[in-house]
């Protein structure tokens, strides 16, 4: 399977713990991206990597959140003391560099319930 | 700050009818996403539309763009049960993606 990969799919946390989701890219595409959908809405961009580097952060993403590419490849992203707000689909997905319009491809999601 | 409205939220057709799913955009872009999403699973992507005109289509459905009136259409034709999904529209002001809230679409016999 070549598509994005996200782990786990669903997770189940008690309020004030720590979480972590990873996502692994189609291997080719250098951009990787992070949305946040609850229900009902439509995904809210979180943040984007180009290779390694973070180049964009929402303000949604707030300090409790964070996410790294270390070496341009997979990503993680960490929730620290988590809350029922946070509760949602974590989407991930990746894309070509350059221009030339390429959609964005999205992995199947991570489910976070925090309890 | 751009914001994407589509309407209608909700549409409950018969099959064999023909529907529009219209998305509205506020600030100027030169291309505009569709994406389909079944319940509880991630997003396909349906059409990249990258221009002014820009007319793209796929079995029964057909998806416009209009830069200037800054609106894209979803027009599904003689829909079929199997359509019955929620539909995205996205707009990229920039790397990111913007999308309107979505339109359920149920599709009955």
């Known amino acids: 399977d070549t598509g994005v990969s996200q782990n786990p799919r669903h997770k189940i946390t008690k309020r004030g713990q720590n979480v972590t989701f990873r996502c692994d890219p189609i291997s080719e595409h250098n951009r990787l991206y992070w949305y946040r959908q609850t229900l009902g809405q439509g995904p809210e961009f979180l943040t984007y990597?180009?290779?390694?580097?973070?180049?964009?952060k929402s303000r949604l993403l707030s300090d409790r959140f964070s996410a790294e590419r270390p070496k341009g490849s997979f990503s993680t992203l960490e929730i620290q003391r988590t809350e029922q707000g946070d509760s949602a689909m974590y989407l991930c997905?990746?894309?070509?560099?350059?221009?030339?319009?390429?959609?964005?491809?999205f992995g199947p999601g991570t489910r976070l319930t925090v309890l | 700050e751009l914001k994407v409205e589509q309407n209608p939220l909700f549409l409950s057709m018969q099959e064999g009818k023909n529907y529009t799913i219209y998305c509205n955009y506020s600030?100027?872009?030169?291309?505009l996403y569709w994406y389909r999403q079944d319940p509880g699973k991630s997003l396909e992507s349906l059409f990249v539309?990258?221009?002014?005109?820009a007319v793209k289509q796929e079995g029964r459905l057909m998806a416009s763009l209009d830069t200037k009136a800054r609106l894209s259409t979803l027009h599904i034709t003689a829909a079929v049960h199997d359509l019955s999904a929620t539909y995205f529209c996205a707009v990229p002001p920039t790397q990111k993606l913007v999308f309107g809230q979505g339109t359920r679409l149920t599709i009955n016999p």
């Open positions: 600030t100027t872009s030169d291309r």
């Open positions: 990597f180009q290779n390694e580097a973070q180049l964009e």
């Open positions: 997905a990746s894309k070509e560099a350059g221009g030339g319009g390429h959609e964005q491809f």
């Open positions: 539309l990258l221009s002014n005109g």
